[in-house]
């Protein structure tokens, strides 16, 4: 990998590891979800990042992908466990990272197993490990925990303005022969539930992603579509739209929707509660950790 581009990987690492456990000491029963949210987002770019893609703050069931709306007035409940999964990038270099902060010592338990399984999986990564091998771990791991792994979702690879390169690095043991190339980013993420280990898509859909440009000629929609664009690929938040007004934002997103060039993150539900933990690394001899 190149010097400057590894440089940029470590500090997007850096600010995001650092965002992150300064959310995750802020976060308490009582506190709004789009208080930490903007927290966030503000602190990355104060520290010179950009939001890789928004806030993912997710309660109990729901595993992934949801992101606060405008005025949303959701507070953190009493014996919830709660998924912080931040994207920080630099000059489209990206770090993706997750941590799970659980209200109750039965949570902690479930909390701990993607944690354990995240630092096993992460002992095998170098150049040529068997991606395979990784999965199995984390699933073996997971299930030592007695938990289940969530088996439809994945790590991944990254590449510039790009989260979801390949590999796919699966939670639940795969065949095949797929193997981490040297200087190759990576980013592993375990969930564990103590429900049926498969999730589904939920709603209100609260984050999406520009995938392409089309003349439009209602003009909510076209202001969306020009705002969408400046994130090179990268998904964005219904919330961080130029609207006062939820209501315009999403009929302005429904435009872009019926045109084909809208990209949609529902909310990822379980049966039962999940944790999360995810670290970006650069594949070598001696990984990196881009988000310790
Ligand atoms: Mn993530
Ligand atoms: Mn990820």
């Known amino acids: ?122 002992k095998i990564v170098k150049p040529g490990a068997r991606v395979a091998e990784i999965s199995r771990k984390i699933e073996e791991t997971i299930k030592s925990c007695g938990y289940r792994p969530v088996s439809n979702l994945t790590g991944h690879g990254l590449d510039r303005y790009f989260l979801h390169a390949s590999p796919q690095i699966p939670n639940v043991a795969v065949t095949g022969d797929v193997r981490l190339k040297d200087g190759q980013a990576i980013a592993i993420e375990p969930f564990a539930t103590d429900g049926r280990g498969f999730v589904r898509e939920s709603s209100p859909v609260l984050i999406y992603m520009l995938t392409g440009r089309k003349p439009v000629r209602n003009m909510d929609a076209r202001k969306s579509m020009e705002f969408a664009d400046k994130f090179g690929g990268l998904p964005f938040a219904e919330r961080w739209l130029p609207f006062d007004s939820v209501f315009k934002s999403r009929l302005s997103l429904r435009e872009l929707k019926e045109k084909g060039i809208l990209y949609e993150y529902p909310p990822l539900k379980e049966t039962g509660m999940v944790s999360q933990h995810e670290h970006t690394l650069i594949v070598g001899d001696e990984p990196l950790v881009t988000t310790l």
């Open 1 to 122: 990998m190149d010097a400057d581009v590894k440089e940029k990987y470590i500090k997007a690492g850096k600010i995001a590891s650092h965002v992150r456990d300064a959310a995750v000491k802020k976060a308490k029963p009582g506190v709004k979800l789009l208080e930490l949210a903007e927290f966030i987002e503000n602190e990355t770019r104060k520290l010179g990042g950009e939001p890789a893609f928004p806030a993912n703050l997710s309660l109990n069931e729901i595993a992934a992908h949801y992101t606060p709306y405008k005025n949303d007035p959701t507070a953190i409940p009493e014996n919830s466990i709660l998924k912080i999964d931040i994207g920080v990038h630099v000059d489209g270099y990206v770090a993706d990272t997750a941590r799970t902060v659980a209200f109750s010592a039965a949570l902690q338990k479930l909390s701990d197993a993607s944690r354990f399984a995240l630092e096993e999986a992460i």
